[in-house]
T-cell receptor
Framework: KQEVTQIPAALSVPEGENLVLNCSFTDSAIYNLQWFRQDPGKGLTSLLLIQSSQREQTSGRLNASLDKSSGRSTLYIAASQPGDSATYLCAVLKTSYDKVIFGPGTSLSVIP | DGGITQSPKYLFRKEGQNVTLSCEQNLNHDAMYWYRQDPGQGLRLIYYSQIVNDFQKGDIAEGYSVSREKKESFPLTVTSAQKNPTAFYLC???????????FGQGTRLTVV
């Protein structure tokens, strides 16, 4: 059974710092991995999608990497801003029509 | 605009009642999903549907029921058999293949 974990559970950093969020999964046979952002009381917003054949994806100040063999993904946020404060979740998909399995999330707080 | 619409945003249920949460998408996606989120926890899969007139149980299907009579609609009924229904419910959809999942804005259900 696929299990997804995220470390740390919570993170508080001063504005301007670069930071790394970690995601681990137990079954390396994944189809893709997706990072989401969730603001309090809201739905999920997709940030980055990495296919199983890819090593990384970039969007603005965000960079996500994927190492399937070790079952790990990292989300790198450069020059953090207070507006980045949210919960970040990673999710894996085993096959193209399979269920999407989520990690518990990392709650990020960027202090002005 | 294309997207996923969940309604209502807030829902109150008396004990012993069944309630139905609506999820509609105009993205022409084949797959649709229902998740439950409890405070401080990740998303847990309730039901998912890969195609019209077909659906599968997720990890916590007991006390819930779904239907998929139309491609664009995937309503979730929370029955009186669900002993602890107070939670935030999220609906998602995706195409098959290497595409990302998209989420609605959620419905917060409270038992009164």
């Amino acid at each position: 059974k696929q299990e997804v974990t995220q470390i740390p559970a919570a993170l508080s950093v001063p504005e301007g710092e670069n930071l790394v969020l970690n995601c681990s999964f137990t079954d390396s046979a994944i189809y893709n991995l997706q990072w989401f952002r969730q603001d309090p009381g809201k739905g999920l917003t997709s940030l980055l999608l990495i296919q199983s054949s890819q090593r990384e994806q970039t969007s603005g100040r965000l960079n996500a990497s994927l190492d399937k063999s070790s079952g790990r993904s990292t989300l790198y946020i450069a020059a953090s801003q207070p507006g980045d404060s949210a919960t970040y979740l990673c999710a894996v998909l085993k096959t193209s029509y399979d269920k999407v399995i989520f990690g518990p999330g990392t709650s990020l707080s960027v202090i002005p | 605009d294309g997207g996923i619409t969940q309604s209502p945003k807030y829902l109150f249920r008396k004990e012993g009642q069944n309630v139905t949460l609506s999820c509609e998408q105009n993205l022409n996606h084949d797959a649709m999903y229902w998740y439950r989120q409890d405070p401080g926890q990740g998303l847990r899969l309730i039901y998912y549907s890969q195609i019209v007139n077909d659906f599968q149980k997720g990890d916590i299907a007991e006390g819930y029921s779904v239907s998929r009579e139309k491609k664009e609609s995937f309503p979730l009924t929370v029955t009186s058999a669900q002993k602890n229904p107070t939670a935030f419910y999220l609906c998602a959809s995706k195409e098959g293949g290497t595409t990302e999942a998209f989420f609605g804005q959620g419905t917060r259900l409270t038992v009164v």
